[in-house]
């Protein structure tokens, strides 16, 4: 098998080295471990096609990777498998500024394709903390979503069309110049939110977006997080709305003491909130704020210029640099009903501090939508398993999702029936059947 790989994409690129393969075993928490016998790395759609069809013949079981992101062990090998590697597949075209769009290598970063959107004076919907890591066909993959999700929506929002290289060797290009194509079933939206299962996404079309000419940014402090959560409601119905966060003071502590990025309000949370659009939004966002004003527990910090704006969204981004200080971190990726998030954030924290005392619960994410983080910090990972049963519980006791926009992945396969019905898991298992009748495809993720 691997000498038929080399002769697919170039012995350079099928690495069988113990200590490349351990570091690309390992997920990006840092809590999940797996193995895998090879990393294969192809060069275009073909590669990566011919090289799924050799190891399917070879009965080899592949994992999918790209920046390897996933916080739910997606990209992490449970059988010796094969690694297939979206790395070199990195290019990016000309941006065409009358279509607004532009195509992307699967490989290629958020970063890059935010850097050509924006010498091109236009915009890429989806931002991630993890941008110059995180690469297109994953986050497709994914559905990602990120800060500006209450403004443009989630991955599948931004994906015009698909290169997808699939289980049986073949690809798959669906492209279309024109906006509106509606011949045959909605490919694309198949593949996207798949996780890797149905096949490996090579290329996108991507939608890109007017990039607004005035933006405002504040950061107001609630004691209560109802009273947070019901400003979070007015705001999301705010024509111009950029972006939503909410950043519990734990989280804020953590950034003032390792990255000397302080919350520069007082309160018990903090609400991050910008909008965006072709006129100066300060005296709009001002009234806003006023109608809040009984709810917050102090004035609110407002950037309105660019290094203002920058300074307070690094008290929501450095949360990314530091919540590994105390080891790597147990993640929970939830979705809730805007009615739930205060209960359960009082019982998350409760929940935790029963399991260890001194485990530091940090809270944050995007509250238009309800999706948050719940980052568990000093958790030994040998007493993980018990914490996490019991947190999946709470979150499905609170009307909650399994995944808000990480996906399944490995970590949460136990779980996919706390959101889907019998009925619907049979229904994916045989569109996963009929694509890959072996399962040699992403087989730890999902199901």
């Known amino acids: 098998m691997l000498e038929s790989l080399a002769a697919v994409v170039g012995s350079n690129h099928v690495i069988t080295d113990p200590d490349v393969l351990a570091g690309r075993s390992v997920d990006h928490t840092g809590r999940y471990r797996g193995r895998a016998s090879a990393l294969v790395r192809p060069g275009s759609a073909e590669e990566v096609a011919e090289a799924l069809r050799v190891c399917r013949d070879a009965g080899a079981y592949v994992t999918v990777q790209g920046g390897r992101t996933s916080l739910v062990a997606g990209t992490v090998p449970e059988h010796d498998d094969v690694l297939l590697s979206t790395e070199r597949l990195s290019a990016i075209s000309d941006v065409d500024t009358a279509e607004r769009r532009v195509t992307a290598g699967a490989g290629a970063t958020l970063a890059a394709v935010q850097g050509a959107a924006a010498a091109a004076g236009l915009l890429f919907g989806v931002d991630l903390a993890a941008r110059d890591t995180a690469t297109l066909g994953g986050m497709a993959s994914t559905n990602a979503g990120g800060l500006r999700t209450v403004r443009y929506g989630n991955m599948g929002e931004q994906v015009l069309g698909l290169d997808v290289a699939l289980p049986d060797g073949s690809v798959v290009r669906r ?176 929940l935790v501090g029963r399991h260890q005392s001194d485990a530091l619960p940090v809270l944050f994410g995007h509250i238009g939508e309800g999706n948050l983080h719940l980052n568990v910090l000093r958790f030994p990972t040998e007493r993980e398993a018990a914490l996490y049963a019991e947190m999946m519980d709470l979150i499905a006791g609170c009307g909650g999702n399994v995944s808000s926009e990480h996906g399944v992945g490995t970590r949460k396969r136990p779980y996919l029936s706390m959101s889907r019905e019998p009925a619907d898991i049979a229904a994916m298992r045989t569109v996963k059947a009929a694509l890959d009748p072996t399962g040699y495809l992403n087989p730890a993720v999902l199901f």
């Open 175 to 350: 492209h279309s110049a024109v906006r509106r194509d509606n011949t045959g079933y909605d490919l694309p939206s198949l593949f996207v939110g798949a996780e890797g299962t149905l096949g490996v996404i090579t290329a996108l079309d991507l939608r890109l977006h007017p990039t607004p000419s005035h933006r405002v940014t504040a950061v107001c402090g609630f004691d209560d997080l109802d009273a947070l959560v019901e400003a979070g409601r007015m705001f999301v119905d705010v024509d111009g709305i950029a972006a939503l966060e909410l950043i519990d003071a734990r989280g804020a502590a953590l950034t003032g003491e390792h990255a000397g990025v302080g919350a520069p309000v007082p309160g018990d949370w903090l609400l991050l909130v910008e909008l965006a659009g072709d006129y100066d939004q300060t005296d709009r966002l001002a009234e806003l704020l006023d109608g809040i004003t009984a709810a917050r527990g102090s004035e609110p910090a407002v950037g309105l210029d660019v290094a203002a704006q920058q300074r307070l969204w690094r008290v929501r981004e450095a949360l990314a640099e530091v919540l590994g200080v105390y080891g790597p971190p147990l993640k929970f990726d939830v979705s809730l009903p805007l009615s739930a998030v205060n209960g359960f954030a009082r019982d998350a924290v409760a």
